[in-house]
């Protein structure tokens, strides 16, 4: 008689089985060519309760049980003003999936809100990521880990060109300026949104969303601050009809940018001009 699994191990097994080449090998592949984790690190996984940080979880996990560089884990969840159920929520998730999470509190919804009520999200964003840095840091830990995706990568790609005027990726390791000996690292960023989707939905799973006061009281105006990432989205979903790589493409060319071709660029915060060259 076959052995019945608990329920954190079905999940465990659906991803090194079921969504291997979606999953696991995207997440392996990433960890290996961006260098994300080295010896004798010790790494704040960084966890808001939503599907991408729940799944870095378990994924970051089943790394540690088999790889063989030493390293050591921390699951790190900060309360930013959660209400009861969003917190009940995040506490009965990892519970379910056997995350043994460390929480801490901040009041980040409140002074984000505070500071900036029409707009909070870029503040809230900002404000979290120093808490979880110095947090992280008191226990000693030397990276962070967050839970952005090829399709964060691919979006704000887009974004970039479209909102901001500018060819602008999104880095897999970042160094804290800010935090010295800190490193930011993005587990994911080789892993596409809706396999992610799949997955939850394959085990039956739910999650938190962004939990701060100012999305639950969104009413999908214009003035959306979501609405360019999701007209982007959108936009993505419909050259995916036409051109089913696209996304792919969007990828690849963050990592094959050709200088020479481009009238003018930035390095290191400084502007260059191909005239620069043109007459050597």
Not at 24 to 43: C, G, H, M, Q, T
Not at 111 to 129: G, H, I, K, S, V
Not at 185 to 198: F, H, K, Q, S, V
Request: hydrophobic content about 40%; some cysteine; charged content about 30%.
């Amino acid at each position: 008689m076959p052995k019945v699994l608990e329920k954190h191990q079905q999940i465990e097994r659906s991803i090194i089985t079921t969504y291997r080449k979606t999953l696991w090998s995207p997440f392996v592949l990433a960890v290996k060519k961006y260098r994300l984790i080295e010896k004798n690190d010790k790494i704040a996984v960084c966890i808001s309760g939503g599907k991408d940080s729940m799944l870095l979880a378990k994924l970051m996990q089943e790394l540690h049980r088999h790889s063989e560089i030493p390293f050591e884990l921390v699951f790190l969840v900060m309360d930013p003003g959660y209400n009861e159920a969003n917190r009940k929520k995040i506490e009965e998730n990892a519970a379910l999936m056997r995350v043994p999470i460390t929480v801490f509190e901040s009041d980040v919804f409140a002074a984000a809100d505070a500071a900036c009520a029409e707009a909070p999200c870029y503040l809230c964003a900002r404000m979290r990521r120093g808490h979880l840095y110095a947090k992280a840091k008191e226990l000693g830990c030397n990276k962070i880990a967050l839970g952005h995706h090829k399709s964060d990568v691919i979006e704000t790609t887009v974004m970039g060109m479209l909102y901001g005027g500018q060819i602008q990726g999104m880095l897999p390791r970042i160094k804290s300026t800010n935090f010295e000996g800190m490193e930011l690292i993005r587990p994911l960023y080789c892993i596409l949104e809706n396999d992610i989707l799949r997955w939850k939905e394959y085990n039956g799973l739910d999650f938190i969303a962004c939990a701060c006061k100012f999305t639950q009281n969104l009413t999908g105006s214009d003035e959306d601050t979501f609405s360019a990432r999701r007209k982007v989205k959108e936009l993505i979903a419909e050259l995916k009809k036409e051109n089913p790589n696209v996304e792919n493409n969007i990828f690849q060319s963050i990592h094959n940018v050709q200088l020479d071709t481009l009238a003018e660029y930035k390095k290191d915060g400084e502007k260059h001009s191909f005239l620069e060259k043109f007459d050597d």
